[in-house]
T-cell receptor, first 114, second 112 residues
């Protein structure tokens, strides 16, 4: 079956702009989480959506937001971009039941803010 | 916040050698996961551990969930060039959640 699909793969934006990234989870997976990966901070959790509701949130400013649609696809939005937002943004999907919390990642979107 | 201490930070080995890396935490976790990430790709799940003391293999990879639930190790036997990448340990909070905390990663380089 198809894996996690993230679009676009690469993005270049200017400081102050906003950006929207998209994630299509594995079919049947209802949980989608987003992570930011940078050389300095590593992989950091942004937020998790389950059944269209944000269930967990990491320690990021309010400029970072997300949503999930009824088909489990998710988007994340970053407003008023800063240079430090340059990173690889990864999406992970999971079945998330009590017996299985394995998360499967997409290839990521490489965001560069100039 | 929670932190996972992963070591070593990097390893440069010859093809055929065995590799061992580990992760420790100051807190107890119920699930330990090991991922591998190659350049330009997202992390790929290698092994998932759900019970303290559990030892699980996946081909040449073996991982164990520590008895104290505060640590885990990953061994790679007879390394090959395609093992090159960054290996991450990760843990999940209790219950049904997709929130992961990642270790700092171990960069593995294998010389043919």
């Amino acid at each position: 079956k198809a894996g996690v699909t993230q679009t676009p793969r690469y993005l270049i934006k200017t400081r102050g702009q906003q950006v929207t990234l998209s994630c299509s989870p594995i079919s049947g997976h209802r949980s989608v989480s987003w992570y930011q990966q940078t050389p300095g901070q590593g992989l950091q959790f942004l937020f998790e959506y389950f059944s269209e509701t944000q269930r967990n949130k990491g320690n990021f400013p309010g400029r970072f937001s997300g949503r999930q649609f009824s088909n489990s696809r998710s988007e994340m939005n970053v407003s008023t971009l800063e240079l430090g937002d340059s990173a690889l943004y990864l999406c992970a999907s999971s079945l998330v039941d009590l017996m299985n919390t394995e998360a499967f990642f997409g290839q990521g979107t490489r965001l560069t803010v100039v | 916040g929670q932190q996972l201490n992963q070591s070593p930070q990097s390893m440069f080995i010859q093809e055929g050698e065995d590799v061992s890396m580990n992760c420790t935490s100051s807190s107890i976790f119920n699930t330990w996961l090991w991922y591998k990430q190659e350049p330009g790709e997202g992390p790929v799940l290698l092994i998932a551990l759900y019970k303290a003391g559990e030892l699980t293999s996946n081909g040449r990879l073996t991982a164990q969930f520590g008895i104290t639930r505060k640590d885990s190790f990953l061994n790679i036997s007879a390394s090959i060039p395609s093992d090159v990448g960054i290996y991450f340990c990760a843990v999940t909070y209790g219950g049904a959640t997709n929130k992961l905390i990642f270790g700092t990663g171990t960069l593995l380089a294998v010389q043919p």
